[in-house]
């Protein structure tokens, strides 16, 4: 079941139970959100989950690109990627968690083929300020499926103050042995799906209100949900990568550690520059021109000759018209070669400013804003370079 047909069975099944589907925003979040980019279907809808009246109706389904940049250093495993696709769904003050929940098991067995043997779901236990989740305790044990109470990891929020609630998680076993154990004592539980009963507002002293109406959000990521239907060991072996997986390796040869961060940075770097992003030295901007440098650290450390104008204007389109991108891929080629280009002459100055005697013993704060300030070296980079990395000789 590749990619495509995941999508299309989950929005073709809620749509059968009275969704309307809303189209996904691009990464880059509305007017007045302090992200820096999207990080979930929830974004573009915060308003209609405050109580806004959406013009299509209390029942949504959605597939949102998002960019999650606390994900960064965990980029390279079996399950996280840097811009990645999910698939939610919402109640705006309509049907409750356990009807939530039904849905997504039956969904998953059901409809995607998922043994109910295999899952496991995780339920919020409560706390001294909110009781436990017992409607949610209460669906999964009408479907046989076991049960982990939890408090902290069963918990949503944005951030220290707006909506949040309880969630209900589901896993998937991915061990090759029969399912042992629980998701909170053994990683071979993968999660796939948040169900959020996004019910209260905490406010600055801490205190929970309820909201105006109580919500469900749910978020199911599809490279992971498609890599486990697809029996892949990793996100990275899903069809959305072939032609990633079948390119990359010809033109730079890589471990597969390296081969991970090389396709998931560049194929990351192409969708921010297709939703208008520019390298720069601070905000969206940055986190594009960091994809692009650890991509140029990882190639150059074999081999200085590589670079990224050899990268095939095939895998650009495929990426553009994956995520419906109407940009040239010329355009995007162009940015990120000059974006390398770029790079290499802020290297060669750098390694000759910090040759200087001022700059041989440790560094001070005031040594740091100096070369930020007077040579526009970032204090990652000045690290980097006096622990010998971006070696190109």
Aim: hydrophobic share 35%; aromatic share 8%.
């Amino acid at each position: 079941m590749d990619t495509e047909h995941v999508v299309r069975t989950f929005v073709e099944y809620y749509e059968e139970h009275g969704h309307r589907r809303i189209t996904g925003s691009t990464l880059l979040p509305p007017p007045g959100d302090p992200v820096l980019f999207t990080t979930s279907g929830m974004h573009p809808l915060t308003p209609y989950l405050e109580g806004r009246p959406h013009p299509l109706g209390r029942r949504l389904v959605n597939v949102q690109r998002c960019l999650r940049t606390t994900d960064l250093d965990e980029v390279g495993d079996s399950t996280h990627l840097t811009v990645f696709e999910m698939l939610g769904t919402w109640s705006l003050g309509d049907y409750e968690g356990s009807r939530s929940l039904d849905w997504g098991y039956r969904l998953l067995t059901e409809g995607l083929g998922v043994a109910p043997g295999l899952l496991h779901a995780t339920v919020f236990g409560g706390d001294e300020q909110v009781g436990p989740d017992t409607d949610s305790l209460r669906l999964w044990q009408e479907h046989g499926v076991p049960v982990e109470l939890t408090v902290e990891d069963n918990w949503w929020q944005n951030g220290p103050v707006g909506p949040c609630g309880p969630d209900s998680e589901i896993f998937l076993w991915t061990g090759d042995t029969p399912p042992e154990s629980t998701p909170g004592r053994d990683d071979r539980w993968v999660e796939v799906w948040n169900h959020v009963m996004m019910r209260h507002r905490r406010l600055d002293d801490g205190r929970l209100v309820p909201l105006p109406q109580r919500n469900i959000d749910t978020g199911l990521g599809l490279e992971r949900l498609a890599s486990l239907l697809q029996g892949k060991p990793s996100v990275f072996e899903c069809d959305v990568f072939a032609p990633w997986r079948r390119s990359v390796p010809a033109l730079w040869p890589l471990d597969e550690p390296s081969l991970r961060l090389v396709c998931d940075h560049l194929r990351s770097a192409v969708v921010i520059v297709g939703d208008g992003v520019r390298p720069a030295n601070t905000g969206r901007g940055y986190v594009l021109r960091r994809l692009v440098r650890r991509v140029l650290t990882v190639l150059w450390r074999d081999d200085p000759s590589r670079g990224l104008d050899d990268l095939p204007r095939e895998l650009v389109t495929h990426t553009l018209d994956h995520f419906g991108q109407d940009v040239d891929p010329g355009l995007v080629r162009r940015v990120l070669v000059e974006e390398e280009q770029r790079f290499g002459r802020l290297l060669e100055r750098g390694r000759q400013v910090l040759s200087r005697p001022r700059f041989s013993g440790p560094l001070g704060e005031d040594d740091y804003h100096y070369l930020h300030d007077t040579h526009g070296l970032p204090r990652d980079l000045v690290t980097t370079l006096r622990e010998g990395g971006y070696s190109r000789t």
